[in-house]
T-cell receptor, first 117, second 112 residues
Framework: AQTVTQSQPEMSVQEAETVTLSCTYDTSESDYYLFWYKQPPSRQMILVIRQEAYKQQNATENRFSVNFQKAAKSFSLKISDSQLGDAAMYFCAYRSALLGAGNQFYFGTGTSLTVIP | DTAVSQTPKYLVTQMGNDKSIKCEQNLGHDTMYWYKQDSKKFLKIMFSYNNKELIINETVPNRFSPKSPDKAHLNLHINSLELGDSAVYFC???????????FGPGTRLTVT
């Protein structure tokens, strides 16, 4: 089974500064999807950003961008101009693109982000 | 319109009771999931159904039984509840050949 590792259980950032959350994964597949989900204190899981492995260009969604290094199996999330509302638990997730893969998602253990005013 | 809904959002019950959590999605997705999130926020897949057929059944106690009456619904029934069952349970759905999952709001189950 694929594994997703988030080595930073907790991170903090000053408001308006930039922070990068790390994620690595282990797979033998060449085609897959990677995601970052945000879980604020409301506990709702919200999709932040998505990356298709076949795309070389890094995904960007407003203040959120990723650094996707396929060879290194690394998928970090950069949050620019951090806001108080960015404080949340962030989960990295992997999903195979193979049709026979059972449609399973693999989640990391999460990184708790604190934004300091 | 709520895409993935769960009821109830909070459930407090005593050990030994039987309870159910309901999940419905109106996205037309083929696949639905149940996850358990413990106090350390670890997300653990429990079950996955595709078009009413069980495709993922992780190692969970037999006291947990999912039921999918149709592809828009996936309910979770728990028998003989134990203290260790206290957690937040998330329902999610995704297109079978698509990409991201859409999550419900979660059900916080507290067993006393």
């Amino acid at each position: 089974a694929q594994t997703v590792t988030q080595s930073q259980p907790e991170m903090s950032v000053q408001e308006a500064e930039t922070v990068t959350l790390s994620c690595t994964y282990d797979t033998s597949e060449s085609d897959y999807y990677l995601f970052w989900y945000k879980q604020p204190p409301s506990r709702q899981m919200i999709l932040v950003i998505r990356q298709e492995a076949y795309k070389q260009q890094n995904a960007t969604e407003n203040r959120f961008s990723v650094n996707f290094q396929k060879a290194a199996k690394s998928f970090s999330l950069k949050i620019s101009d951090s806001q108080l509302g960015d404080a949340a638990m962030y989960f990295c997730a992997y999903r195979s693109a193979l049709l026979g893969a059972g449609n399973q998602f693999y989640f990391g253990t999460g990184t708790s982000l604190t934004v300091i005013p | 319109d709520t895409a993935v809904s769960q009821t109830p959002k909070y459930l407090v019950t005593q050990m030994g009771n039987d309870k159910s959590i309901k999940c419905e999605q109106n996205l037309g997705h083929d696949t639905m999931y149940w996850y358990k999130q413990d106090s350390k926020k670890f997300l653990k897949i429990m079950f996955s159904y595709n078009n009413k057929e069980l495709i993922i059944n992780e190692t969970v106690p037999n006291r947990f039984s999912p039921k999918s009456p149709d592809k828009a619904h996936l309910n979770l029934h728990i028998n003989s509840l134990e203290l260790g069952d206290s957690a937040v349970y998330f329902c999610a759905s995704s297109p079978f050949s698509g990409n991201e999952q859409y999550f419900g709001p979660g059900t916080r189950l507290t067993v006393t």
